[in-house]
């Protein structure tokens, strides 16, 4: 499935008919990590359901709808749940998002994620700040960009060697030792899911340089830089990397980690608005 540019933009009248400002800055909220979209002032809710063309999150622990309003003085969309290629849509699907953000006019977008440790030093609970992503899925044939260009956004190759914005880091690490939070680093592998990857599968990765892994993310990140959207990432830490097989994963240690992961993350995003 394959969206044009009308298409795109129906979806972006939609959302223009319900507010009266112009949001600046974007942000997927992941797995378990809902609650900072409970701060937002003033908020306007509309369920995935209501937008025409838009996919309805199917899995636990993503409430499924958008929340527009103010935080710490900024306007922001925030995505209250996201989409997974693993769900059963399509590429397009899972990034019309990020192609509707982009329409609105939003500048920044800040992804979250609950992730796997790849990296035996994370542990659950911890916060790794994305500096890059190792692409298995789109390596594989599913890129989002796969198809007809949209000029409109970007070029039919767009550069991925600053995939997060390198200012918008540093703003994190600042917030990050303001705070006195830990905050890791590394690079995050988005796989397709929706089974927890084996032993193996996690040995393959770290040696090719993985820090984290998770089933999202990584499509949103590549249409956002194809249409010059600047981006941050996080990663929570929901599980500790599996290497030798001893302990099992499961979806409901995933959610019950964004209790201890989500007060981070919001303090972390919040300083980053304030200091833009």
């Excluded at 999150?57 to 993503?62: A, F, K």
């Excluded at 609105?104 to 979250?112: A, D, F, P, W, Y």
């Excluded at 393959?204 to 941050?232: K, N, Q, Y």
Aim: hydrophobic share 45%; charged share 15%.
């Amino acid at each position: 499935m394959l969206f044009t540019l009308e298409m795109i933009d129906r979806v972006a009248g939609v959302i223009r008919t319900k507010i009266n400002y112009q949001p600046r800055i974007g942000l997927i909220l992941g797995t378990g990590l809902g609650g900072l979209a409970e701060t937002v002032q003033q908020p306007t809710i509309i369920p995935f359901s209501e937008l025409p063309g838009w996919p309805v999150s199917t899995v636990q622990g993503h409430a499924g709808r958008l929340v527009l309003g103010e935080l710490d003085g900024k306007n922001l969309l925030v995505m209250q749940g996201r989409i997974h290629y693993y769900e059963g849509y399509e590429m397009a699907q899972v990034t019309l998002p990020v192609r509707v953000m982009q329409r609105l006019g939003i500048e920044i977008l800040i992804v979250t994620n609950a992730a796997g440790a790849i990296n035996p030093n994370f542990m659950p609970g911890d916060v790794m700040l994305i500096t890059d992503h190792l692409n298995l899925v789109g390596m594989a044939g599913l890129n989002p960009l796969i198809g007809p260009n949209l000029d409109e956004f970007g070029p039919r190759f767009p550069d991925m060697s600053q995939a997060y914005d390198r200012v918008l880091c540093e703003l994190a690490r600042t917030v990050a030792k303001e705070n006195k939070l830990a905050l890791h680093e590394g690079v995050y592998v988005g796989l397709s899911g929706p089974s927890f990857e084996s032993p193996a599968d996690l040995r393959f990765l770290r040696l090719a340089g993985a820090d984290s892994v998770g089933m999202s993310t990584v499509p949103e990140v590549i249409v956002a830089r194809h249409g010059g959207t600047r981006v941050l990432g996080f990663s929570g830490i929901s599980n500790k990397a599996n290497l030798d097989g001893n302990t099992v994963t499961s979806h409901e240690e995933v959610l019950a980690s964004g209790g201890i992961i989500g007060p981070k993350l919001e303090t972390l995003i919040r300083g980053v608005l304030q200091a833009l």
